[in-house]
């Protein structure tokens, strides 16, 4: 099935019509939203300024996950939400989300016991979505599971099961998904203001990036699902209002798989900031994570900070067998988390706060959700949505996502790829990702810049940013034959592509 070329999107919101539900944000909150909305049959409009999940949506630890750490926070309710939408992801995204095992390694016989305990919890929490009981591991075990661990001090380990997934891909699934459903969906396509009438929020002024047309689009409700911005949009209508969030920056460093070999993930339950610390098998890398570190200024680029890549590279280095120093670092990022505001100050710092998510009704009804993670987006979406329809008073509609299954994977997908030019040439040496890949990422997903292929269709910049930069001149290429871009645009987006890579290296 040929995707709706972005002119034809654009001519939708030239009609005048009245969307049921307008979504502002492209990250897992809004596009799960716009899954759930238009799956139960509103109609439904996303639109997002950037590219989809080009925020913290992408720059996640990869994990699909109950949250073994919430346990030791108490917060029991989160764990279990999060345990049963890990199950439903794993059906419901298969080709995107699988299990992975991981070990707790421990100093003593007695902190051993101590993490089974705890993790023994976790599989009882998770009952019949158990993926696979926590063992015990003596010495031996632990080391032959974890080849790059130091051995020094490793009395043992616990071994537990969770789930990764690709952050990125997700968010395109979803966004694919709720297309075949009838939403538009527009990336670079920024909300600068709110339409109001009669004291109440009736849809939002926006703008198309690419050519400067301007919108007035109206909706019976809009749901603001935009991360770490929401208090921002919020401000569009009350530019007094309180702050909801406390957002917190965490970075990742990929390093080569042999720092730690095999398939199995390690997870060191504290740092020195009270974070846990994983290092994690991924796209032929280990990644290696998180810190936490207050940020108030929100840039749309964040960057890690020299003290937080030092601050990984010296937690590893006191676990691995060999320590990774920067010149082992083949790509870095960084994430704003939509922490919700405990009150500010919480003992603990950020750590500290919430992952959980609400959902706020503006005196104008504006729809917020703010707060959450990448497991439980669904669950957001569904009581998101279910808010949005009784303030928009719209039909009541049952929500149709639990065991909806995600697009990708599909026969039909492998066979539109086979069909375009530049089968097997591969970008680069680095990368299982060709020239046709490129050309489906235009044609399928919505790719409009260099950046959006070398970042979220594929995960280049991310998995080795030397190796990205040297593709950046052929993706561009493709780009212009495919979007039929001047020779301006063109150089443009190349420029963007390097200043991106280069944000990506701590070179």
Not at 127 to 139: K, N, P
Not at 500 to 506: A, G
Request: charged share 20%; with cysteine; aromatic share 6%.
């Amino acid at each position: 099935m040929t995707s709706p070329t972005r002119a034809e999107l654009l001519d939708r919101l030239r009609y005048g019509k009245v969307w049921d539900v307008v979504i502002v944000g492209g990250g897992a909150s809004g596009l799960g939203a716009a899954v759930d909305a238009a799956a139960r049959g509103y109609s439904t409009l996303l639109l997002e300024r950037g590219d989809y999940a080009c925020g913290t949506s992408s720059r996640s630890t990869k994990l699909i996950h109950g949250g073994v750490r919430y346990l030791r926070q108490g917060d029991i309710g989160l764990v279990r939400h999060a345990l049963a939408e890990r199950n439903r992801l794993l059906i419901n995204a298969p080709h995107l989300v699988h299990p992975l095992p991981f070990i707790i390694p421990a100093r003593s016989a007695v902190q051993r016991l101590y993490y089974g305990a705890g993790l023994r919890l976790y599989d009882l929490l998770a009952g019949a979505s158990s993926l696979q009981a926590s063992r015990l591991l003596d010495r031996g075990e632990t080391l032959a599971a974890l080849p790059g661990l130091d051995p020094l001090g490793v009395a043992g380990g616990v071994r537990y099961w969770d789930a990764q997934f690709d952050d990125a891909r997700l968010a395109i699934a979803l966004m694919r998904t709720a297309s075949e459903f009838g939403a538009i969906c527009l990336n670079y396509s920024p909300v600068e203001g709110l339409l109001q009438a009669n004291g109440r929020v009736c849809g939002v002024a926006a703008r198309d990036v690419e050519s400067g047309e301007s919108f007035e689009i109206q909706a019976r409700v809009v749901i603001n699902a935009t991360g770490v911005y929401a208090d921002a949009v919020r401000r569009f209508e009350q530019p007094d209002s309180t702050p909801i969030l406390s957002p917190s920056q965490g970075i990742h460093l990929v390093l080569d798989a042999d720092f730690l070999p095999g398939g199995t993930a390690l997870m060191i339950p504290e740092t020195a900031d009270g974070r846990v610390m994983f290092a994690i098998p991924w796209e032929g890398r280990v990644l290696l994570g998180t810190t936490d570190t207050p940020r108030r200024d929100l840039p749309v680029v964040p960057l890690p900070f020299a003290e937080e890549i030092d601050f990984l590279l010296d937690a590893a280095g006191k676990v691995l067998l060999r320590a990774p120093t920067r010149a082992d670092i083949r790509s870095a990022f960084a994430g704003l988390r939509p922490l919700l505001d405990a009150g500010r100050g919480a003992p603990g710092g950020t750590a500290a706060l919430s992952r959980e998510h609400a959902v706020l009704v503006s005196q104008a009804g504006l729809v917020t959700v703010a707060g959450g993670k990448w497991t439980t987006y669904r669950l957001m979406a569904e009581q998101v949505v279910n808010k949005a329809a009784e303030v928009g008073e719209l039909m009541t509609l049952p929500c149709a996502t639990a065991m909806l299954r995600l697009a990708g994977g599909e026969p039909e997908d492998a066979e539109q790829l086979s069909q375009l030019p530049g089968q097997g040439i591969r970008l680069h040496p680095a990368f299982d990702f060709d020239e046709a890949a490129v050309r489906y990422a235009c044609r399928y997903e919505a790719a409009r810049t260099v950046e959006d292929v070398l970042a979220r269709r594929s995960r280049a910049l991310f998995i080795d940013a030397t190796a990205a930069r040297a593709c950046i001149g052929r993706v561009g290429e493709l780009l212009a034959e495919e979007l039929q871009l001047s020779s301006e645009r063109l150089e443009d987006l190349i420029s963007q592509a390097r200043t991106s890579s280069n944000q990506f290296s701590c070179a």
